[in-house]
């Protein structure tokens, strides 16, 4: 066996100082290359491409409606947010913008998706009471990674084949995630119709899909640090939207209602006239009224003047005892409107 082993040997060598010296190269018999296929992925409409920079043309639609907050749990620390839906013959697509204050941007792959900087979105059919089983819990992270549960028999991780499912992408604000510099993100996604099929939603027709109206509700988690695994101490869970409306825990008929153009809501017209000096304001300070939720106004006077006539849609409001004055302003409520809301008001 040694002696075989030298003859085998010596073979070999030669063969390479002769290959060596004459320039020639020994060429594997069994040449083998492997290259990984991309997987499939779902197909978008024409022009619009994921990438997170929401710069496309159903972005900037003037006609698209947007749900613009502040997400402000102390003075130190807050956040801008934006957030809004637009249907495609595709899909559904979402699109949000977080820039915080006083905080910085962080998300750990290590970590459960719930302790990093995200939009814990928890989404249903409008209609679905608590407890829904079409419930998610959807976390658009800020590196455009993310988590996608679905209550389902309990919460479970909404998975189906590749081509049915969400594509989410992101773009750091100021500078890379994990960065002093990075004071927020932007996320662009879209979610198949046949992803929303597969989780029990009826949108199997065009019809559905356009009478389709989404209750959501866009939790904000402020992500204080990288490794910390403290839901308590290492990051801020945060229902933001419980300032604007009344929102009951996981029940999305009382969540913010979107649809193929984005937010449902109507727009305020104050037609003002007197003398007087005043404002005529919603209460959180939106520029626009959440359909079907009563909206408080606020009517602030100076120098002493007052609401002299107030007319809403037609109604007169001092008539029917509807405007209040507390503390030196005026309020009153529109119940549940369904429409623009146009506001006559003399102040003298």
């Given at each position: 066996m040694k002696k075989t082993t030298k003859i085998f040997t010596a073979a070999v060598c030669s063969v390479l100082a002769v290959c060596g010296f004459a320039g020639c190269t020994v060429k594997d018999p069994n040449p083998y290359t492997f290259t990984n296929k991309p997987h499939p992925v779902a197909e978008t409409d024409a022009g619009m491409n994921i990438d997170g920079k929401l710069d496309?043309?159903?972005?900037?639609d003037e006609n698209l409606r947007w749900l613009n907050g502040?997400?402000?749990?102390?003075?130190?620390?807050?956040?801008?947010?934006t957030f809004t839906t637009?249907?495609?013959?595709?899909?559904?697509?979402?699109?949000?913008k977080v820039e915080e204050h006083g905080t910085s941007i962080f998300v750990n792959p290590d970590r459960a998706s719930w302790l990093n900087s995200c939009i814990e979105m928890y989404m249903g059919p409008a209609n679905d009471e608590a407890g829904s089983s079409r419930l998610f819990e959807f976390d658009f992270m800020a590196d455009g990674s993310y988590q996608s549960k679905l209550n389902y028999n309990g919460w479970h991780g909404a998975q189906t084949t590749y081509e049915r499912m969400p594509i989410i992408a992101s773009v750091p604000l100021g500078g890379e995630v994990n960065t002093p510099e990075c004071y927020g993100y932007n996320v662009e996604a879209f979610f198949p119709w046949t992803f929303l099929e597969f989780c029990g939603y009826d949108v199997e027709t065009e019809e559905e899909r356009?009478?389709?109206?989404?209750?959501?509700?866009?939790?904000?988690?402020f992500s204080f640090n990288y490794d910390g695994t403290d839901k308590d101490a290492d990051r801020y869970w945060s229902q933001w939207s419980t300032n604007y409306k009344q929102i009951?825990?996981?029940?999305?008929?009382?969540?913010?209602?979107?649809?193929?153009?984005?937010?449902?809501?109507?727009?305020?017209?104050?037609?003002?006239?007197?003398a007087g000096r005043g404002t005529v304001a919603e209460k959180s300070g939106l520029d626009y009224v959440l359909s079907g939720v009563d909206t408080t106004f606020v009517v602030k006077t100076v120098n002493g003047a007052s609401v002299k006539k107030l007319v809403v849609n037609g109604v007169d409001y001092i008539a029917a005892g509807k405007l209040t004055q507390i503390g030196g302003e005026y309020r009153f409520v529109v119940e549940k409107p369904l429409h623009d809301i146009v506001i006559d008001i003399e102040i003298d």
């Open positions: 496309e043309a159903r972005w900037t502040v997400d402000k749990p102390n003075s130190k620390q807050y956040a801008d947010i637009s249907y495609g013959s595709k899909g559904v697509y979402f699109a949000m356009n009478a389709l109206v989404l209750g959501i509700d866009p939790v904000h988690i009951e825990w996981q029940n999305p008929s009382t969540f913010f209602r979107f649809g193929k153009e984005g937010l449902i809501s109507h727009k305020i017209i104050v037609n003002k006239t007197g």
